[in-house]
């Protein structure tokens, strides 16, 4: 299963935003997904993540699928400073 966060928009800041994100993602998760089925989270055209939005969200589906998430990898310097910042914690 392939999240694709561009769905979400270019620019991905806040919590509020983040936990609004997550409700859906959810959703779909719950309805779609398979028991051995990896997630994969697609950060193409994602021009801004925020430490933030990354936290309350990446850390919520990590928490909830910790074996499951797979970060695909991104060339954007936001997402990555992001998600090493996420990776700290």
């Not at 409700?23 to 950060?43: G, H, M, N, Q, W």
């Amino acid at each position: 299963m392939k999240l694709e966060l561009k769905k979400f928009g270019a620019t991905l800041s806040s919590r509020p935003a983040a936990k609004e994100a997550w409700a859906v993602t959810r959703a779909y998760i719950l309805s779609d997904k398979k028991p051995s089925e990896k997630i994969e989270v697609d950060f193409t055209d994602v021009q801004v993540l925020t430490p933030s939005w990354a936290d309350e969200f990446i850390s919520t589906l990590k928490q909830e699928y910790p074996n499951d998430v797979i970060l695909l990898p991104s060339d954007n310097a936001s997402v990555k400073m992001s998600l090493e910042f996420v990776s700290e914690r």
